[in-house]
């Protein structure tokens, strides 16, 4: 695809997104993009790239890179009023578009999201370690379960704990032992069992610490969908101390990753 035919796509990917096509042209662009691949890569390009903006806070950068771009086309003389059909949204060159224009044509911002992001990656980022509380009193087995913890011998914590004990810390840190392991399912069936006894339970535990980790172990079982639902909701619950772990820019990668 040359740099000409990529301008023109961008321009009528850009007019079908804003649903400012005719239906007849619509339609055309809808039968062609269900036919031509690099044409259903490059819009997906530009949406990503344009989230990318928002995102990243880049917005003076994109407009200084607009100016740029309208002083060399006033220089050329090349600036020309766009006209179209009566009823139809006139088009100008937007700081956002420009901006995902540039990104793509140079492939910077889709090199670096679709080589290097990956599930580990992305759950990487966002893991913050948990440090279970000794508590004074409490059974020798439980503390050498902690202290296993703290030490990192997840396998040990996991044997330990064994298969059928249901005591909420427990099935807690055996299910943070999976998570850690990247045992992502086991990990999540705790995760489930501990949300059941707490339907039932006069005090619910860990309620915040499940449903943050819950998400990134969802992550790490692939459930794209599920996940981005749980991040949002908790990074939109000013109560749970997790929210404030979770950026717009994490739930965008994890959009990046659903597309992959």
Do not use: C
């Not at 059909?85 to 090199?111: C, D, H």
């Not at 909420?168 to 032992?177: D, G, I, P, Q």
């Not at 949002?232 to 992959?260: C, G, M, R, T």
């Amino acid at each position: 695809m040359n740099s000409n035919s990529t301008m023109d796509n961008l321009e009528k990917i850009e007019e079908y997104l804003y649903g400012s096509l005719g239906e007849e042209e619509r339609k055309k662009y809808e039968n062609e993009l269900e036919k031509d691949a690099s044409l259903q890569e490059l819009q997906l390009k530009y949406i990503l790239a344009k989230e990318a903006i928002i995102n990243r806070g880049i917005r003076q950068q994109v407009a200084d890179v607009h100016s740029q771009f309208i002083q060399q086309r006033a220089d050329s003389q090349e600036i020309k009023e766009e006209r179209k059909p009566e009823g139809k949204q006139i088009f100008m060159f937007t700081p956002m578009r420009i901006a995902a224009s540039i990104l793509l044509l140079l492939s910077v911002y889709t090199g670096y999201q679709y080589v290097s992001l990956s599930k580990d990656s992305l759950v990487d980022g966002m893991v913050t370690d948990y440090n279970p509380s000794m508590l004074r009193g409490s059974d020798d087995k439980a503390q050498n379960i902690r202290n296993a913890y703290k030490a990192q011998d997840f396998e040990k914590v996991i044997a330990e704990i064994g298969a059928g004990n249901s005591d909420s810390e427990m099935v807690f840190l055996r299910a943070m032992s999976n998570f850690k392991l990247k045992n992502f399912e086991a990990s999540l069936n705790d995760f489930a069992l501990l949300k059941k006894q707490n339907v039932s339970s006069l005090k619910p535990s860990y309620v915040y610490e499940i449903a943050y980790y819950e998400a990134l172990a969802l992550i790490g079982a692939e459930k794209y969908d599920l996940a981005q639902t749980q991040l949002e909701s908790v990074k939109n619950d000013a109560q749970n101390p997790y929210h404030s772990l979770i950026s717009d820019w994490d739930i965008f990668k994890l959009k990046v990753l659903k597309s992959k």
